[in-house]
């Protein structure tokens, strides 16, 4: 877990803040960071995508990847759902 905490923070340090605060100067550049965040997240997503496939494979350790992408997934949608 202490990894994950890790390349979250060094992603946020890269990508930058994404909360507009109410200053036009700041949030064109916060709303630049959005783009970003919004774009990386979209391919980490396409990323998951492609191991979910695996879901049913007849290999073991590609089955086991595939299941868990796809339940990462469904879990995702469900929130999505709520929102």
């Not at 064109?28 to 965040?37: D, E, G, Y």
Request: hydrophobic letters at 40%; a negative charge.
């Amino acid at each position: 877990m202490e990894r994950i905490k890790n390349i979250y923070e060094v992603t946020q340090r890269l990508t930058g803040m994404i909360d507009p605060i109410g200053e036009t100067e700041a949030d064109a550049v916060r709303l630049i960071n959005l783009h970003q965040t919004i774009d990386l997240t979209y391919q980490l997503i396409n990323d998951i995508v492609g191991v979910a496939e695996n879901r049913t494979s007849l290999q073991g350790s590609m089955k086991t990847a595939g299941l868990k992408a796809d339940n990462f997934l469904k879990a995702l949608k469900e929130q999505l759902e709520y929102y």
